[in-house]
């Protein structure tokens, strides 16, 4: 009986630890959410990685799924989106979102709703940067 009540107590204590701060998975996503903020939406493609993704996740919560994404656009509330590589793709279907492309390919057509790009150096982007008036840049 003592065993059992000890196996209860620690399934609890893990149950607590389960639901306590940090990023969980769900249906396939890493979420981070901010105390009452929508968590930012981010998708990446197969040239990227959660690894590399990563240092671009803001503090304030997201929602990033843990394997490169590939398919429609996934349908959560987000008021800012940030895009990776060919992700960019799909910056029209947030567009009441502020999106962020990390190293869009360099003829992309920038939607109204890009509010910053970040660029990998020593790369061309004039294509890029000559639509970019009043837009964020930096580079990684």
Same mark, same amino acid.
């Given at each position: 009986?003592? +065993?059992?009540?000890?196996?209860c107590? %620690?399934? %609890?204590?893990?149950?607590?630890?389960?639901?306590?701060?940090?990023?969980?998975?769900?249906d396939g996503?890493?979420?981070?959410?901010?105390?009452?903020?929508?968590?930012?939406?981010?998708?990446?493609?197969?040239?990227? &990685?959660?690894?590399?993704?990563?240092?671009?996740?803001?503090?304030?919560?997201?929602? %990033?799924? %843990?394997?490169?994404?590939?398919?429609?656009?996934?349908?959560?509330?987000?008021?800012?989106?940030?895009?990776f590589?060919?992700?960019?793709?799909?910056?029209?279907?947030?567009p009441?979102?502020?999106?962020?492309?990390?190293?869009?390919?360099?003829?992309?057509?920038?939607?109204? &709703?890009?509010?910053?790009?970040?660029?990998?150096?020593?790369?061309?982007?004039?294509? +890029? +940067?000559?639509?970019?008036?009043?837009?964020?840049?930096?580079?990684?």
């Amino acid at each position: 009986m003592g +065993l059992a009540a000890g196996g209860c107590a %620690v399934a %609890v204590g893990l149950l607590l630890c389960a639901a306590g701060p940090g990023p969980k998975v769900v249906d396939g996503f890493v979420v981070s959410r901010a105390k009452g903020r929508c968590p930012a939406l981010v998708l990446y493609g197969d040239d990227w &990685n959660l690894k590399q993704v990563r240092r671009f996740l803001p503090e304030a919560g997201y929602r %990033v799924p %843990v394997r490169p994404w590939d398919g429609e656009a996934p349908r959560f509330p987000a008021e800012r989106v940030t895009l990776f590589g060919d992700c960019a793709s799909y910056a029209s279907e947030y567009p009441d979102a502020a999106v962020t492309l990390v190293a869009p390919p360099e003829h992309f057509r920038l939607p109204p &709703n890009v509010t910053a790009l970040r660029l990998r150096p020593f790369e061309e982007h004039e294509s +890029l +940067l000559s639509q970019g008036k009043g837009i964020s840049v930096a580079f990684f």
